[in-house]
Each structure stands twice: as C-alpha cells, then as structure tokens.
C-alpha cells in the first residue's frame, strides 16, 4: 500500500517584540487553520515561533529573559495551539526557548505534537551557535547567552505511523544532523529557522545567504534520502532583516515546494513516503555500502 504524508510548513512574518503572546497564537492558530483546509496532516512552525529572536542582544534584565521563556508547555497562552491542533486533527512541530521545570535549563527547543494535540516528543538545538558575549566585528547572535546545547540527541518519534526527526535553524548547515537522524530511522525531517540576511563577519558571503540555505537542505534530504520541510521565521524583525525560503524537499533532493513571501504563509506537499525507498536502492542502502568500520580518524597521518 502506498504510504504518504501531507506536510505544511507555515513560514511566519516577523514577530516584533512589541507582540503581545496572544497576537502571535493567533497567528498560528490561522497559519494551522489554513495547513489544515489545504489538506495537512502535519505542520512546521519556525524556531523560537512564540517571540521575536531575542538573541540579537545583550539582555540583562532578568524579568525581561523569562518572558520570552515557556516554563510550561502548553501554557495558559499556548494551550488554543494545541486546542487547535486537535480540533483540526493535524498536527504540528513548534519552536520555543524552554525553561524546564526540574532544574531550571533553558533550551532552544521544538516539540511535536499529535493531532490530539498532545505531546510526541521533544528536539533540543544541539549546534547552538554565536557567542555568549558581542564579539567586535560580527553580527550580534548571542544565543550561548540564554541556552544550553540540546541533550537529547536526535530523537525519532513515530506520528501516524511515520518516522519524524526534528533539527533547529543552524543544525541544518551540519551533515551530522540529517545523518544521526536517518541512522535513528527518520522519514520526515521538520526544520525551524531564523536566519539574518546579512552578518557582518562576512559580507563576501552576502549574496549567497539563500543558496546556504538550501544546499545542506537539498544534500542532507539527498544523501540520506529523507524528506525535509523548512519553516523560516522571515522578514524585518526588530530591525533585522530574515532571510524566507521556507521548502519542502523531496528525497531526491529537489525542492518541492517553496515560499514566495517574506510574511505568514503556508505551503504544503503530499509526500511520497515510498520515493525514500526508492531513492536508497540507486545510491543510498546505508546496511549495504556505508562502511562505519572505514569512518575512522587516522593519526599520524602524512
Ligand atoms: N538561529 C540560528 O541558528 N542562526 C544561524 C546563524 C546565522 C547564526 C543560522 O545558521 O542560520
């Protein structure tokens, strides 16, 4: 039997830091609404899709951290998400900065929730990148100033009987996360980002932020023959202008779908579950030919 999944990715505008949380829900709720009307049954929000990317800056009051934190998810403001997710029988993964419960760790984190609207399972970003200080001469991204490196690995949760992986903004860039994800048996992999347009570490690369974008996307989808659905946060937020571009990429490493907006927008691909297997015949049989045993460091090498 032919087996399928129909994903939406649902890029988001900018959320400014004037937002109120309730106003951004809402937004998301619509942005679901309309994943689910157009036949969804599974969507990608981006990363950190309740704030503005608040690790452009130096913040030190406290007061001002936490509200951009979710000491409880749902919480009082995000439960009409999962409300709706449930009521529209679809479900979704949804980036947030995490402040667990237990001992206090903050996470920049995305979950996945069934269409009951309960819980599936949990991604922590594990390539946290820029610094916990401004650095002179780079674009300020200070996100080793408010979290902590993921410590779940990368976990593969089965939703409708599917095997979904998760991955945050810059662990896209990095070979390792789609290859520990397919080794973990993913099918789909759900991506959120948050990308500036310009970084002033390197202005050489400017013209090709859109092309860095896609490459590790299309050639981690390719080389481990998995789907990947993108959501960018996009647009001018608080000043900075994001980068768009959310996708959808086949196996085969073509780009399926993509946004054409800087703004809220859904896009959706019925995805061919069966295209992966195909796929892994012509290059890709991981137990056939990858040669774990060979992957080794050689020291002393000449
Ligand atoms: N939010 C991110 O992880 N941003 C990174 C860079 C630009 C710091 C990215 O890879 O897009």
Redesign the pocket.
């Known amino acids: 039997m032919a087996r399928d999944l129909t994903i939406a990715v649902c890029q988001t505008g900018p959320i400014q830091k004037r937002a109120q949380r309730a106003e951004t829900v809402d937004r998301l709720v619509a942005l679901l609404e309309r994943a689910a009307a157009a036949g969804a049954e599974i969507a990608v929000f981006p990363?950190?899709a309740l704030t503005t990317?608040f690790?452009r800056w130096r913040i030190d009051d406290q007061a001002e951290i936490e509200a951009f934190f979710e000491p409880a998810m749902p919480g009082p403001q995000t439960q009409r998400l999962y409300d709706a997710a449930a009521r529209l029988k679809i479900g979704f993964a949804l980036g947030y900065a995490e402040l667990t419960r237990v001992d206090g760790g903050r996470f920049?984190t995305m979950d996945l929730v069934g269409h009951d609207g309960k819980l599936v399972g949990r991604y922590r970003?594990i390539?946290?990148?820029?610094s916990s200080e401004p650095e002179p001469g780079t674009?300020v991204?200070l996100?080793r100033r408010y979290f902590e490196p993921g410590n779940l690995g990368f976990p593969v949760f089965v939703y409708r009987g599917v095997r979904v992986g998760m991955a945050?903004?810059?662990?896209?860039?990095w070979p390792e996360t789609y290859r520990m994800l397919c080794l973990n048996g993913a099918e789909i992999v759900l991506i959120g980002?948050?990308?500036?347009l310009l970084?002033d570490e390197a202005p050489a690369l400017a013209h090709l932020r859109m092309f860095h974008?896609h490459l590790p996307m299309q050639a981690g989808a390719y080389q481990n023959t998995v789907w990947v659905a993108a959501a960018a946060k996009a647009g001018v937020e608080d000043g900075q202008a994001l980068?768009g571009g959310s996708c959808i990429i086949a196996p085969t490493g073509e780009i399926a779908a993509q946004a054409i907006s800087l703004g809220d927008e859904v896009i959706v691909h019925r995805a061919d579950l069966d295209l992966i297997a195909i796929c892994r015949k012509v290059n890709f049989d991981f137990a056939r030919y990858r040669r774990p045993d060979q992957y080794r460091l050689i020291a002393d090498q000449v």
Do not use: S, W
Not at 168 to 173: A, E, K, P, Y
């Open positions: 990363e950190l990317f690790p920049n970003k390539h946290v990148p820029g674009t991204h996100e945050i903004c810059n662990d896209r860039r980002y948050n990308t500036p970084l974008n980068i």
